[in-house]
């Protein structure tokens, strides 16, 4: 079992920066891929980033890609989301999940393990 609990989230104003944390235990954090997904209000869970497990790859949603870097901390147990340049568009729950596999990053359905979400809105 993996635990996974974001924090980090927030109210920020358009141009505005926050970094997302996820904390995970239960588990050796290092042999999974994880990835952040995020949920606007009636509307389905969306791909944002992913990082490797030993964070050599990253992958990014073309919405987000120049502004957001994902990175992670092994010996932490944790990985990062810092947003740079945010737009109102960026406001949902964002989500991190992990997974042992990585091959399918981009789908909600490769992953097997999910935080509770952390909200974050972005004021125009």
């Known amino acids: 079992q993996v635990q996974l609990v974001e924090s980090g989230g927030g109210l920020v104003k358009a141009g505005g920066s926050l970094r997302l944390s996820c904390a995970a235990s239960?588990?050796?954090?290092?042999?999974?891929?994880m990835g952040w997904f995020r949920q606007a209000p009636a509307k389905e869970r969306v791909f944002v980033a992913a990082?490797?497990?030993?964070?050599?790859?990253?992958h990014y949603a073309d919405s987000v890609k120049g502004r957001f870097t994902i990175s992670r901390d092994n010996a932490k147990n944790t990985v990062y989301l810092q947003m740079n340049s945010l737009k109102p568009e960026d406001t949902a729950v964002y989500y991190c999940a992990a997974t042992p596999y990585g091959s399918r990053w981009y789908s909600p359905q490769e992953y097997d393990y999910w935080g509770q979400g952390t909200q974050v809105t972005v004021s125009s």
């Open positions: 239960g588990t050796t954090f290092s042999t999974y891929a």
């Open positions: 990082i490797s497990w030993r964070g050599i790859s990253t």
